[in-house]
Each structure stands twice: as structure tokens, then as C-alpha cells.
């Protein structure tokens, strides 16, 4: 299967998805450490990541899929949100609890 | 390597802002923007717009990273500062 397709299938199985680099646990990048924080802080605990440093090939893909040069980026419900700014000034807002809340766990 | 001043001045010529605020180290800048161009557009494409400003500055690595702290309309901007 192309790798841009692989990508949009990714995206869409999970309500969240994060292209990080390293994992959840054990992120291997200040920008992706403060994505994950963020989705917590929103209540969602339970979300998909995808390590892109296991995958060149995605890697490359997530930026030419979205067309944004840089990662992290946050999928939700299959829609390109942003990066870890973006997701940052839209925590200050409340605007991104709001997109989450249907997700987050009561 | 580019100047506060110098990022404030290339984003003001590409991008019409009532308020500008730019902060950095000469490598890392944070900026805030109030437009009223951002009026009905999802944050990622305002980011957007102000990353395709500074494109040019950006490749050239004269700026090496922006981080858009806020990127507001006039009305936003207001309501938040009352």
C-alpha cells in the first residue's frame, strides 16, 4: 500500500492520533514530550501515538500529508489539528478541551 | 542570524498586524500576532499564513524557528486584554 494512504488510514483509526517523536512514555523530543502533556492535561489518556523515528518512510509522509514541515502533529477524529504551538494556544483557550471532550474520559 | 526587530519588521511587511510582539535569541523567536486577516480562519492555517510570510527567512535559516505564542483577530485580542 502507498504510504500516503497508509497515513490516512492511521490517522482515522483512533480519535486521536499523535506523530511523535519516540513514545508516549518515553518521548525523544521536547516538543513531542509537550504534545503529550497536552492531550493528557485535555483528560484523554488513552490515545495513539506513532513514533516516527521507527519510520522514515512516515517520517517523511506526515509532513507531505498534511503539508507541514515539522513534528509533532495531532490527528483528531482524522483531522489535521497542529503542532505542539498550536495545540499549547489552543489549551490556553479551552478551545482544544472543547474538541476533546466527547474523547476524554469522564 | 536576525534581530528582533528584523523578524518583527519582515512579518509586518508580509502580513498587515494591529499588534506585534517578537521575542527571541537571534535563532529562536516567539512572536504574537493580532490580524484581522486570521478573521475566520482555524489556527492552523493563521499559523499558516504567518509561516509562508517569513518563508524565504525560514529556508535561508536567517530565522531558524518562530513559535507562534498567539495568533488572534483584533476582537480576540481585545476581549482577552479586557
Known sequence: ?106 | MATTEQVKQYIAAGLDCTHLEVEGDGHHFYAVVVSEAFAGKRLIDRHRLVKEVIKEQLQSNEIHALSIVKAQTPEEWAKQQG
Do not use: H
Open chain 1, 1 to 106: 500500500m502507498d504510504i500516503q494512504e497508509t497515513i490516512k488510514q492511521t490517522v482515522t483509526s483512533s480519535p486521536v492520533v499523535l506523530f511523535m517523536k519516540g513514545s508516549a512514555q518515553f518521548p525523544q523530543c521536547g516538543f513531542s514530550a509537550r504534545a503529550v502533556q497536552i492531550v493528557k492535561a485535555c483528560g484523554v489518556d488513552d490515545f495513539m501515538t506513532v513514533d516516527v523515528l521507527q519510520n522514515p518512510e512516515i517520517r517523511q509522509g506526515i509532513k507531505d500529508f498534511s503539508n507541514w514541515p515539522t513534528i509533532p502533529q495531532l490527528y483528531v477524529k482524522g483531522e489535521f489539528i497542529g503542532g505542539s504551538d498550536i495545540m499549547y494556544e489552543m489549551f490556553q483557550s479551552g478551545e482544544l478541551q472543547e474538541l476533546l471532550k466527547d474523547i476524554a474520559q469522564a
